[in-house]
Each structure stands twice: as structure tokens, then as C-alpha cells.
């Protein structure tokens, strides 16, 4: 089985300020893909940034970076300069097949 | 609006109802997916079409479940004789597969499901 954890239930980050949210998965395929999806309250899953397992190179999307240590399985996603937008769910999600695995989530509340 | 679209947005049923969702995906997508998300849970894979074909399936797809997409491009998911514990936001979503599962997944808004 393909697992996916998020440790952390719930964070909270003011305005401009750094928060990390992490995330392990477990998987025995060698080429696979990671992401992290943002839920806002009452509004749909939007792709936040993706990680291909065969880059070593650490992605980034503006202000959202990732820390992906393959051998450890962990896949940190980084938000700087949080804004009240932020403010959200997010899941971490990989793929070694076709479909998303997705972790329960982490809430995310960015205070003013 | 070119995203992905579901309707109803919500759905309020007795127990052993019959209930029909839709999605309809990004034009020229050709690969639609189904999750279901339950409170304070990630969304799950029910099942997924390359074009009108379905080509996987979860486990929790049980027998009552079943989903069809006609002609490639919208797809239905209808649950027969509702239980309780079908309630749950199902999510769709979408993508471009040029082979590889390289394809990012769009998602809809959602349909959520209450099972009196």
C-alpha cells in the first residue's frame, strides 16, 4: 500500500512570515511523483507545486519551495512570505501509478 | 469558465436512494478521475477513464457504485441504495496523458453527498 503522512494537523503562520509543512510517504517504486495541492475553504484542490522522484533538484513556485530527501521519503513543502490568501488545506499527494495518494492534510492559518 | 465542473454541487438523499453526479472535464482532456473525501480526510481513488475507457478501479468502488463516461468526454458516477457512510464530497478531476504520468490533475468543485 501506498501511504502518505502529514504530521502535522494543524499550523498557524502570521502574515510574511516562513512556515514548513512536512510530509512522509512510503513506496516501493523507484519513479514517482510527488505534489502539494492547496484547499481553501469552500473552494476546489489547486496544484501548489510537484516534484518528479528522478530530479534531484528541489522544485520551486514563487514563493512555495520544496525540501524532497529521497532516501528519508520526505517531501517538505516550504511557504515564504505567507499571505492571508494562504490560508487553507493542504495535502501532500504522491504518485507512483496513476492515481494520487493523498495525506489527511495539514490546516493552515495565516494571521494577520 | 473553463474548468472542471460538477453539478449538483450538493446532494441530500434518504438511505437506499439512487444518486447520479456529473463531471464534466477540461475540453480535450482525456483522462477524468473520481476521488471521494471524507471529513478530515485526503481524497481517495474510486476510478479513472482514458477516454470512455475505464481503466481502473479502488477497492472501494463497491458493487453499488458505478461510473461511465459514454463518448470521452463527461462522466456520470451513480451510487445505488445509499447508505449512510456514502456520505462524502466526490471530487473529479481531469488531466492531459500524453503516455507518461506526467499529466497534473485538475479538480472540480465537488459534489457533496448527505445521506439522511
Redesign the interface.
Known amino acids: 500500500a501506498q501511504t502518505?503522512t502529514q504530521s502535522q494537523p494543524e499550523m498557524s503562520v502570521q502574515e510574511a512570515e516562513t512556515v514548513t509543512l512536512s510530509c512522509t510517504y512510503d513506496t516501493s517504486e523507484n519513479n514517482y511523483?510527488l505534489f502539494w495541492?492547496k484547499q481553501p475553504p469552500s473552494?476546489?484542490?489547486?496544484?501548489v507545486i510537484?516534484q518528479?522522484a528522478y530530479k534531484q533538484q528541489n522544485a520551486t513556485e514563487n514563493r512555495f519551495s520544496v525540501n524532497f530527501q529521497k532516501a528519508a521519503k520526505s517531501f517538505s513543502l516550504k511557504i515564504s512570505d505567507s499571505q492571508l490568501g494562504d490560508t487553507a488545506m493542504y495535502?501532500c499527494?504522491s504518485?507512483p501509478?496513476?492515481?494520487?495518494?493523498?495525506?489527511?492534510?495539514t490546516s493552515l492559518l495565516v494571521t494577520p | 469558465d473553463t474548468g472542471v465542473s460538477q453539478n449538483p454541487r450538493h446532494k441530500i438523499t434518504k438511505r437506499g436512494q439512487n444518486v447520479t453526479f456529473r463531471c464534466d472535464p477540461i475540453s480535450e482532456h482525456n483522462r477524468l478521475y473520481w476521488y471521494r473525501q471524507t471529513l478530515g480526510q485526503g481524497p481517495e481513488f474510486l476510478t479513472y477513464f482514458q477516454n470512455e475507457a475505464q481503466l481502473e478501479k479502488s477497492r472501494l468502488l463497491s458493487d453499488r457504485f458505478s461510473a461511465e463516461r459514454p463518448k470521452g468526454s463527461f462522466s456520470t458516477l451513480e451510487i445505488q441504495r445509499t447508505e449512510q457512510g456514502d456520505s462524502a464530497m466526490y471530487l473529479c478531476a481531469s488531466s492531459y496523458n500524453r503516455g507518461q504520468s506526467t499529466d497534473t490533475q485538475y479538480f472540480g468543485p465537488g459534489t457533496r453527498l448527505t445521506v439522511l
Open positions: 502518505v511523483y495541492y473552494r476546489q484542490m489547486i496544484l510537484r518528479e495535502f499527494a504518485r501509478f496513476e492515481a494520487l495518494n493523498f495525506g489527511k492534510g
